[in-house]
Every structure is written in C-alpha cells, then in structure tokens.
C-alpha cells in the first residue's frame, strides 16, 4: 500500500476542476476540486490500493463529473421550469405505440378503472421522450423500448432495477433538453432584440 502524495492529488484536483468548470456552467473549480479532494478522502484505502498517476486522474475526472451532473441535476429541479418525473417518462414512453390521433382522441379523458389520466401535456411529453430516446445509450434505448413501450416483463430483479435506472437517464435527457432548447430560445431572443 502506497501512500497518498496530497499535494500532487491536489494539483490533479485543481486541473480537473478547471477543465469541468469550463465544460459545465453549474460547477466552479474551487467547489469541484473541494468534492474531489473530499472524495478521495473518504476513499483513502481504496485510492492507496491502486495508487497510480493513471488511476488518479481517471478517480478525479469521474468524481468531478458526477459533482457537476448532481449540481445539473439540482438547478433542474428548482429554476422553475418544468420538470419531468421518472414517472411521468414512463408515461410518455407507454404512449409511443399509438398514433397521434389515438393520443388526441385520449386528450383530457380520464380512465377510473386503472386511475390512468391522459393529460393534455401528453403530446409534448411523448415528443419530448422521443428527442430524449435518440439521446441515449443503446442498451439503455433498448431496456426502455423492451418494457415500457412493449411491455415486456423483466427477467429478474437485476433487470427490473436496470430497467428503472433506464427511466431514470431518460427522465434527465428530457429534462436537459428541454433546458438546452430553452435557453437556446432565450438566447436566440436576446441576440435578436
């Protein structure tokens, strides 16, 4: 077991934080390289373990990473835009195997006997699922397709919760886009005024 030189993880920290502070508007350098640092604290045995110029950098980029997509995730859900849930996902994807029609003719329904409402944000959540399903890694595009929009059941508990972590990165890929193309629009006005 190797001990940690801290100065240098720190230096790696700080470059780290630098460059995802440029990459992600949410996150500044000093915090990301506070969580990294913070991380590898926790981590100490583990770190010491594989200690490696290598493991340190590819440690550092993957914590820093996740404390910028959790402080995404975060601004999402309180800057007052909409926001769709896990749940709602699920809805949207169950909707993909009709047509626009059958989906406008269901509008402002309400159905008693499974509880199932069809709202009339439906639509955009559908298109919205739709852009977001394109975003999405393959074999996560495949999960959803195979239980939620043809109802397949899953095999066992590992691909049940495989498949509610799918729902999940689709759930946040909708989110995102629909923030990216607002602040495009936003953008966009300014420019033009």
Request: cysteine-free; proline content about 3%; charged content about 30%.
């Amino acid at each position: 077991m190797t001990e940690i030189d801290w100065e240098r993880f720190s230096q790696i920290a700080d470059s780290v934080g630098k460059q995802i502070a440029r990459d992600w508007r949410v996150a500044e350098k000093d915090d990301v390289k506070q969580s990294i640092l913070l991380h590898a604290y926790e981590r100490r045995p583990m770190i010491e373990e594989n200690y490696s110029e290598p493991f340190l950098w590819q440690f550092a980029k993957k914590v820093g990473r996740q404390y910028a997509s959790a402080q995404r995730d975060a601004r999402d859900v309180e800057d007052g835009q909409y926001y769709y849930t896990p749940e709602e996902a699920r809805m949207a994807l169950g909707t993909l195997l009709f047509t626009d029609e059958e989906i406008g003719s269901m509008m402002g329904q309400k159905d008693d006997l499974t509880s199932a409402r069809i709202t009339d944000n439906l639509m955009s959540a559908r298109l919205d699922a739709s852009t977001a399903l394109t975003r999405l890694a393959t074999p996560t595009r495949e999960i959803l397709m195979r239980r939620f929009v043809f109802g397949l059941p899953p095999a066992d508990d590992s691909a049940r919760k495989a498949s509610n972590r799918a729902v999940d990165a689709l759930a946040r890929q909708m989110n995102r886009d629909l923030r990216k193309n607002s602040y495009d629009t936003r953008r966009h006005s300014e420019v033009t005024v």
